[in-house]
C-alpha cells in the first residue's frame, strides 16, 4: 500500500469526524499536524486512531498510540508498522 494511498484513506476518515473541518482537509500532505493545521482537539486523536484501524483493518498496540505523534505522516507510519507486523 502506497503513502499516499494512506493518506487519501485517511482522508476520508476525517470527513466523518465532526470535530475536523471539512475545509481543512484540502491538500493534506505527511507534514499536515492534526492539532495545529486541522485544529483537531487532542481527545480527537484517539476516536480517528479507532476509525482508522477499521478502515484499513488493522489494530494499534497500545504504546503505539501512546507514542503517536500529531502529523499525518506517523499515522501513516503507524499503519504501515500495523500491516508489516500482521505479514510477519
Do not use: Y
Not at 55 to 83: R, T
Amino acid at each position: 500500500m502506497e503513502r499516499q494511498e494512506i493518506i487519501d484513506g485517511l482522508v476520508e476518515v476525517l470527513r466523518t469526524v465532526r470535530t475536523v473541518d471539512p475545509a481543512k482537509l484540502e491538500n493534506v500532505t505527511e507534514e499536515t499536524d492534526f492539532l495545529t493545521d486541522m485544529n483537531t482537539p487532542s481527545t480527537e486523536l484517539i476516536n480517528i486512531a479507532a476509525k482508522v484501524e477499521q478502515k484499513f483493518n488493522v489494530e494499534f498496540e497500545d504504546e503505539d498510540i501512546d507514542e503517536l505523534g500529531s502529523k499525518v505522516k506517523d499515522i501513516v507510519d503507524l499503519i504501515i508498522k500495523a500491516k508489516e507486523r500482521e505479514n510477519s
